[in-house]
Every structure is written in structure tokens, then in C-alpha cells.
């Protein structure tokens, strides 16, 4: 288990920053297709729960690695991260529709990876939802991690009014088709 704080930014455009975080030295990482699939309970969903938790199975495409993931929310900000290597993402989709786990959504996204420093950086073109920022601090005090992005941001010249509430790419996605079906 580790304990994750990440902010998300809407940055539509996402190029200019991704400028100022290559001068500032921040090492390029590469660049992922990943492929998410969120599951809940055949019980009912899981989002409503009093600490929200996510379920979900990951593709790395370029690579043909998987993961299954189980996040626990601390905060807006802040959750506890439980992960496991998948070797046949195949295999693991049937084992969970067997099991009666019922698909949320599926999130399609463009990963380009930094790290500067102990921050990890992502920009990610979802399809769908568009272009983001993340910034990722990994363990440590999650109030300390907030100030210290908030920071980064500061240094970066991102306003917090960009800040994406409540930034889950599965939440924007259901909010999104919960009003396009009004």
C-alpha cells in the first residue's frame, strides 16, 4: 500500500506547460496508451460509499503490462493505493465478469511522464474529457505534499483556479453522461 496526494489541472493548453516543466530540468519519462476499466460490485455501485473507493483494471498498451488497482479515498486529494501486476489482462477481464462485477466506464488516455525531483508530473489527453495535468507526491504527510505542490504549481505559474474539483477521470466521466442524457 502506498499513499498517493495528487492535484489535477484542466490545461487545454497543456504544450506551454509542459515547456516550463522541460526548462526547469524535469526528466521525460515517455509516453503511454492506457486503457482503464472501472468495476463496481454486482451488488450495487461504489461510489456512494462514505469513503470512496475505486476498482479498476489498467492497460498499458505500448508495453502489454496490467495492473489491478484498489484506491481508497482519504481526501479530495489524497488515497491509499493497493495494486497488483496482472501477466493476461484478458484472463483478469473474464475472472471479473464471473465474479459479476459490473463495468462503470472506461477511460482512454494519452500519457506523457515526468518526474522533477520527488514530483512525479503526467499530462493526459483523455478521451472524451481532454487535456490534464497531473502532480503526484508519493508518501510522506499528505497536508505537507499538498503545500509543497501547491508550490510547484506557484513555480510553474498555474493558477489554482484550474484545479479540477473532485479531479477522478471516472467522476467527470459519469458526470458528463449523466447530464448529455438530460
Known amino acids: 500500500m502506498q499513499i498517493e496526494t495528487e492535484i489535477k489541472i484542466k490545461c487545454p493548453d497543456y504544450k506551454s506547460i509542459e515547456k516550463r516543466v522541460k ?18 460490485p ?8 462514505p469513503h ?11 508495453k502489454n503490462e496490467a495492473r489491478l488497482e484498489f484506491h481508497i479515498s482519504v481526501s479530495d486529494l489524497t488515497a491509499k493505493e493497493y495494486e497488483v501486476e496482472v501477466s493476461d489482462f484478458k484472463t483478469m477481464r473474464k475472472i471479473l465478469e464471473f465474479l459479476k462485477f459490473k463495468v462503470n466506464a472506461t477511460i482512454d488516455k494519452k500519457r506523457i511522464e515526468y518526474k522533477y525531483k520527488k514530483f512525479n508530473i503526467t499530462f493526459d489527453l483523455v478521451k472524451g474529457l481532454g487535456s490534464f495535468m497531473e502532480i503526484e507526491l508519493i508518501g510522506g504527510n499528505s497536508k505537507e505534499n499538498e503545500k509543497k505542490i501547491y508550490k510547484f504549481m506557484e513555480e510553474l505559474d498555474i493558477s489554482k483556479e484550474n484545479i479540477v474539483d473532485n479531479g477522478r ?3 467527470m466521466l459519469l458526470k458528463r453522461k449523466i447530464i448529455k442524457k438530460k
Open 42 to 49: 454486482e451488488k450495487g455501485p461504489i461510489f456512494n460509499h
Open 169 to 171: 477521470y471516472l467522476d
Open 52 to 62: 470512496p473507493y475505486r476498482f479498476r483494471l489498467r492497460l498499458n498498451k505500448e
Open 23 to 40: 526548462k526547469l530540468g524535469a526528466k521525460y519519462l515517455g509516453i503511454k496508451q492506457q486503457i482503464d476499466i472501472y468495476y463496481s
